[in-house]
């Protein structure tokens, strides 16, 4: 009996062990998200546009109006954008770029109209160092990205 008992409370000290392990607890409050990029309000343009224009009067140095007129017009371009996003999964990818192109060309020409010269420059000063090292590092150190008259190019080092 003794010898059977032994292996029994070792399984169950396993089981048990293993069940502990594996216990998580989630939020599920109205507020809490789940999931990655829960902090980066994915899908909320609302959210995404206050974000940007908080960050950007601090970058830019912006005063209370100009944060203001650089938040709706973000608001603005995140919703056209995530109706062409939607759009993306069912119509043509190469009309969809050219339409996000125009759709950057209108937004950049109405931020520029609310920036001085000086916020400007440094603004796509920004949107160039963003692009170089993005999210994800960039295209790395052999390409850089150039934005000129709302056009991106690509340069690539020479090895």
Known sequence: MKTH?????????????????????????AGATVGRGHDR?????EAMATRQSQRLSQELGLNADQTAK??????????????MRSQARTGD?????TQMD???SKYDEQVKAVLTADQ??????????????GRWGGLGDSAKVKVKN???????AAK
Do not use: V
């Open 120 to 133: 400007y420059t440094k603004y796509t000063a920004l949107q160039n160092d963003r692009m170089n090292h």
């Open 93 to 97: 990818r190469s009309q969809l770029r």
């Open 5 to 29: 008992l032994l292996p029994l409370l070792a399984a169950f000290a396993l089981t048990l062990g293993t069940a502990a392990a594996q216990t998580t607890t989630q939020n599920t409050s």
């Open 102 to 104: 125009a759709n950057r």
């Open 150 to 156: 709302n056009r991106m190019k690509l340069k690539k």
């Open 41 to 45: 309000a994915q899908g909320n343009p």
């Open 70 to 83: 650089i938040q709706q017009i973000l608001l603005a371009r995140g919703q056209e954008m995530q109706a």
